[in-house]
């Protein structure tokens, strides 16, 4: 048996994970094992949660979105933080952390989305104790605020979660939604159920071509920049990296990216997916930031080899599809667009 050959199948033996090929330096493939593990996929008849642990939500305001999870023949528990209220948030923190450590730990519970986003997420994820869900993982669904709870999952508890619309953006009444509005909803009944993600994105003259094979992370710009230093910080070494973000000034998003390019986030990269960015206008036109979103992010990467592709469709905006965090993806961006597939 070839060296090679011999440690592939040791690291399997051993971490009881599957294998991922990535390159070195030389162009050689290394076999690497995959550290992020993969919830078990839903089936018809299991149960999803729904809980509030960030802004509030009242019952009322999240019947669309039970009402739709129930067709797709899944049960859906609430946690006792749906209608709470304290301030801006679902509940007290010691109300929505002790809502989402029970559902953490419910054997009957197989995926739990989060209600809305907002803010609160931070106040309590040091305080989640995710020993039962280590050996049970389950979905953990959303994004924006919960961007805190993606990156955690990733650099600490080693599990993949959704990146997805939550129960806020269900629409009130489905059988007159648009085609886009139920495209992006219905793909977060197939990424549980377990379909492969696979994505097309139209050409963008601001791409830069290029393939790339790695784990999927990101979220949120502020957000990642507000954990930077702290136990979640994401690590993107040898990763594809997606963003977005909404109601930021230019300027902002230059010292995000700045933060992201001193802190190394953007050196080692396998790939760069930039998602919807709402601008939020000058309040003087006069002092209106003089580089749009586009030069803003190839400033920060033209030393770095990785393609990057913009316009991809996640973020704070009607096309917000569903994306695998911790999964293992390929993107290749070329002049017909761009293509990331599981």
Known sequence: MQRKDFLQKALTLATGLPLVNVRSESGEPLPVALQT?????LKTGDTIAITSPAGYITHEQVQPAVMLMESWGLKVKYGFTIGQRDGTFGGTDQQRLLDFQQLLDDPEVKAVMCARGGYGFVRIIDQLDFYHFRKNPKWLIGFSDVTVLHAH???VVKVASLHSKMCNSFPDDWSVADPLQQATILSIREALFGKPMWFSVPPHPFNRFGKATGELVGGNCKTLESIAASRSDLSTAHKILFLEDTGEYLYSIDRMFWNLKRSGKLDNLAGLVIGGFKIKPSDDPLEEFGKDLHQIVLEKVKDCPYPVCFDFPVGHQRN????????IVKLDVNINGAVLQE
């Open 37 to 41: 593990k993969i919830p078990p996929y």
């Open 320 to 327: 917000n599809f569903a994306l695998k965090c911790g999964a």
């Open 153 to 155: 999952l990733n650099r």
